[in-house]
C-alpha cells in the first residue's frame, strides 16, 4: 500500500496541539514531511519553552501514522524558541550581541568547512577524527550536514539516538570517536528540508544537548558552501578554528577562498587548508598522475597566509573504506593514504591545535 502526503496530514490533523488547542498540522508544527514508500519521515516543531509537554503529542502523532500502515514512522521534534517581546522603546541601549557559547566539557571545536560540495569533506572529517583519536586523544564528531548527513554510513553507526531523559541526547561511539549525526534522527538516504530556524535549532541541539562528556576536540562537518549552519555555528558557538578541505582544481579553490573570507570576517581563526584528492595513484600499476592537478591548495594557501596542514592522495582505498563503515586510518592504518591523515592529526596535536 502506498501512502500519500494528504493522508499523512489528514491523519495527523486528528491529534491536538498543546498550545493552540487546534490540531497539529493547522497549528504549523509538521514539517519536511516525506513519504518514501510506506516509511513516512516528518519534523514536529514546537515551541521551544513546552517541548516535554509534546512528547506524548510526537507519540500520538507517530501512532496515528502507524495506524495508516506505514511500516516505519520517524518523528523528530525540534524545539523553536519564541522571539523575545518586541523592546518598545523602553531602552535606548544598542543591543549587544549575544556572546558565543561554549560547549560544557569541549575544550575546542574546530569546524571542517569546504566551498564546494564533493571535495571529501566527510571522508576527511571522518579521518581525521580517528587519527587524532589513534593519537590518544578524546574526539567528538559532529555530523552537521543537515542536508547530507553521511557520517553514520563513513563511521559505521546506526540507529536511533537514545534520550533516556527526553532532555539530553546519548551520542553514539565508534573507532573510538563520540559522534552524533543529524543523519541518524531522521534515517540514511534521507533528503532533509530544513528550513532556517529549525536548522539552527537542530544544530544547537545537537551541540548543546548532546551529552559529549569530556572532549579534547569536537570536529564539526559543516555542510558545503557558506550557509546558515555555518554562520549560526561561528556566531553562536566558540569555534576554535577552521580547516578547509579543497581539491587542487580551480574551481573548487575559488569556492575555499569563499569560505576563507566567510571565516575572516566571523573572526573564525584558520587553522588551514588540506588538499584533498592530491594525486592519484593506479591501483594497478602504481602511475602517479594528477586528475584534479596538484599543488594548486598549497599554492592558494601561500597566497592567503594560511598553513597547508596536509596533502591526501585519491585512492579507491578511501573510498571503499568510507563507504565500508571503517575509514582507511582505522581499516588501513600501515597504508600510506592512513598515515597522511595520522600526519596531519600529529600536526595539529603539535601545534596545540586538537
Ligand atoms: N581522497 C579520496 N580518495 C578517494 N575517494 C575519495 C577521497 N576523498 C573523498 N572521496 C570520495 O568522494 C566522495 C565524496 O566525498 P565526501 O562525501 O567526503 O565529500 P563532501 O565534500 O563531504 O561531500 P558533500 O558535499 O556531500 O558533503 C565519497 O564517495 C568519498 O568516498
Not at 564533493?118 to 567528538?140: D, P
Not at 594525486?279 to 598553513?307: D, M, S
Not at 592522495?313 to 598515515?339: C, Y
Request: aromatic share 2%.
Amino acid at each position: 500500500m502506498s501512502l500519500t502526503k494528504e493522508d499523512i496530514e489528514a491523519a495527523l490533523a486528528g491529534v491536538q496541539d498543546p498550545a493552540t488547542g487546534g490540531d497539529i498540522v493547522a497549528a504549523g508544527r509538521i514539517k519536511a514531511l516525506t513519504v518514501d514508500g510506506d516509511a513516512v519521515r516528518f519534523v514536529l516543531e514546537v515551541p521551544g519553552e513546552m517541548a516535554k509537554g509534546y512528547e506524548r503529542t510526537r507519540g500520538e502523532a507517530e501512532a496515528r501514522v502507524k495506524a495508516l500502515g506505514a511500516s516505519s514512522v520517524s518523528a523528530v521534534m525540534t524545539a523553536h524558541s519564541n522571539k523575545a517581546p518586541p523592546d518598545l522603546g523602553r531602552s535606548q541601549k544598542p543591543k549587544q550581541p549575544e556572546p558565543a557559547q561554549r560547549v560544557p566539557g569541549v575544550d575546542r571545536i574546530l569546524a571542517v568547512a569546504s566551498g564546494k560540495g564533493g571535495v571529501g569533506k566527510s571522508t576527511v572529517s571522518a579521518n581525521l577524527a580517528c587519527a587524532l583519536a589513534a593519537e590518544g586523544r578524546r574526539v567528538g564528531l559532529l555530523d552537521a550536514d543537515v542536508y547530507g548527513p553521511s557520517q553514520p554510513r563513513m563511521l559505521g553507526v546506526s540507529g536511533r539516538p537514545a534520550s533516556p531523559d527526553g532532555k539530553t541526547i546519548l551520542p553514539m561511539r565508534n573507532h573510538g570517536v563520540t559522534m552524533m549525526s543529524i543523519g541518524l534522527m531522521v534515517g540514511e538516504g534521507q533528503a532533509v528540508v530544513w528550513r532556517g530556524p529549525m536548522l539552527m535549532g537542530a544544530l544547537q541541539q545537537m551541540l548543546l544537548q548532546v551529552q559529549w562528556g569530556a572532549l579534547d576536540v569536537l570536529i564539526v562537518d559543516l555542510p558545503p558552501g557558506t550557509g546558515d549552519v555555518t554562520l549560526t555555528l561561528a556566531q553562536k558557538t566558540h569555534v576554535d578554528g577552521a580547516i578547509i578541505v579543497s581539491t587542487p582544481q580551480d574551481v573548487a579553490l575559488l569556492d575555499a577562498r569563499k569560505g576563507i573570507d566567510m571565516f575572516n570576517q566571523l573572526k573564525t581563526p584558520i587553522i588551514g587548508m588540506i588538499e584533498n584528492m592530491s594525486t592519484h595513484i593506479c591501483t594497478n600499476c602504481g602511475h602517479e598522475e594528477h586528475i584534479f592537478g596538484h599543488g594548486g591548495v598549497a599554492a592558494e594557501a601561500k597566497k592567503l597566509g594560511v598553513p597547508l596542514l596536509g596533502e591526501i592522495p585519491l585512492h579507491l582505498d578511501i573510498r571503499t573504506a568510507a563507504d565500508g563503515g571503517a575509514p582507511i586510518v582505522v581499516s588501513k592504518p600501515e597504508s600510506s593514504q592512513a598515515q597522511a591523515f595520522r600526519q596531519i592529526a600529529r600536526g595539529l596535536v603539535a601545534a596545540g591545535q586538537a
